[in-house]
């Protein structure tokens, strides 16, 4: 095993623009076992702390982009982005492709 860990191996996919990025806004998300394999659970978009669960599984474990389309929002995203914890290559690669998410954080 690379000593850096399994963060600095494991793929992860970003999508090519935050405006594809168009999932609910309201209501109760329940995610599909690849992105969230713990005991089911509804996350609830009018409560913030569900919500950075929700977007940080989702960032961490989705396996293509349409899981990032269909579960985030960008509006939701850019405002909830320097409150997510995420490993720091995944935080590096979304500033990579989106500055602006890194300017928002400063």
């Not at 690669?93 to 602006?100: D, G, I, K, S």
């Amino acid at each position: 095993m690379d000593p850096k860990g399994y963060g600095a191996l494991r793929p992860y996919v970003v999508p090519a623009t935050l405006e594809e990025l168009s999932g609910p806004v309201t209501g109760a998300v329940k995610l599909p076992r690849h992105i969230d394999w713990g005991p089911e659970r509804a996350y609830r978009l009018d409560q913030i702390t569900d919500v950075r669960l929700l977007y940080m599984r989702v960032i961490r474990e989705s396996a293509t982009p349409d899981d990032l389309r269909q579960f985030l929002d960008a509006t939701i995203l850019r405002k909830v982005w320097h409150e997510l914890v995420l490993p720091p290559r995944v935080r590096s690669l979304w500033h990579e492709r989106f500055p602006e998410l890194r300017r928002r954080a400063a």
